[in-house]
């Protein structure tokens, strides 16, 4: 875990690599790293709705309009070479315009201006879907961009369940117990409620800019990308957010 206090020009500050090691994982399951891999496994199958709360830490402070500006926001460049600064950790979720199932993965985010960022779904399952679905609605695919989860949260976005069944349910499996989520401010969608910050928007149909190159873990940058567009609406905070990256 690395924790940095004082960042050039933001008042907020960074977490990383919260989500890095089987150790920290199996922590935030409750168990010995040894048994990880057969908990996950075993919890996921168990899948328990969510519960909405009414009035989330995140809604503190909420920008909305001519006040929607990424600049604030500590979204740092890793890499010399990188095609900008980058969103890392932040989960998009969002719902199938046909069945209204949410789902929720992590893809990367480049800041492209004060409310415009470029996204690559580049996964191409759910959300990849959900977009090409809202897409040949001629409608954009409302969405969020959430910072700040619990690692079981993050763990649960990696399951695949059945298409019925939305990733928040799993979770909930994870937990034991129901996720707690939370209306967003400026679009219908429901996340985490216990979120840093939450960045609501929409990702534009038919529309696509260049996004990356951006460095991978591997130590070579990928280009691969689907291009997408993400318009923010609304950037909610709470009162001492962290930025997790």
């Known amino acids: 875990l690395l924790l940095l206090e004082q960042v050039r020009g933001s008042d907020i500050p960074i977490v990383c690599n919260v989500v890095a ?16 891999a057969v908990e996950y496994g075993r ?13 989330p830490p995140f ?12 600049g604030p926001l500590p979204i740092p460049t890793y890499f010399p070479g990188d095609a900008g600064r980058y969103l890392t ?6 719902r199938d315009p046909e069945t ?33 679905r809202a897409e040949a609605r001629k409608q954009s695919l409302p969405c969020a961009i959430v910072l700040g989860v619990h690692p079981l949260v993050s763990m649960g976005s ?4 059945p298409a019925d069944v939305g990733k ?35 990702i534009l149909p038919e529309v696509r800019e ?19 567009v993400f318009v923010a609406k609304a950037i909610a905070l709470r009162e001492r957010p962290w930025f997790q990256s």
């Open 59 to 70: 809604r503190h402070r909420v920008l909305r309009g001519q006040d929607v500006d990424l």
């Open 210 to 228: 260049p996004e990356a190159p951006f460095g991978e873990f591997t130590g070579y940058f990928s280009r691969r990308s689907t291009e997408h």
């Open 43 to 55: 919890r996921i199958k168990d899948t328990v709705k969510p519960v909405i709360v009414a009035d």
């Open 158 to 161: 990696l399951a695949y369940p």
């Open 168 to 202: 928040f349910e799993v979770v909930g499996g994870l937990f034991g117990e129901p996720l707690q989520v939370a209306p967003c401010t400026a679009i219908d969608l429901h996340v985490p409620a216990a979120a840093e910050i939450v960045i609501e928007g929409e």
């Open 21 to 36: 090691r089987r150790r920290a994982l199996a922590f935030a399951l409750g168990v010995p790293e040894a048994r990880l």
């Open 89 to 94: 950790a932040g989960l998009l979720v969002a």
């Open 100 to 132: 209204g199932v949410e789902t929720e993965g992590y893809h990367r985010f480049q800041v492209k201006g004060r409310d415009r960022m470029g996204v690559s779904l580049h996964s191409r399952r759910r959300m990849f879907e959900y977009q090409r």
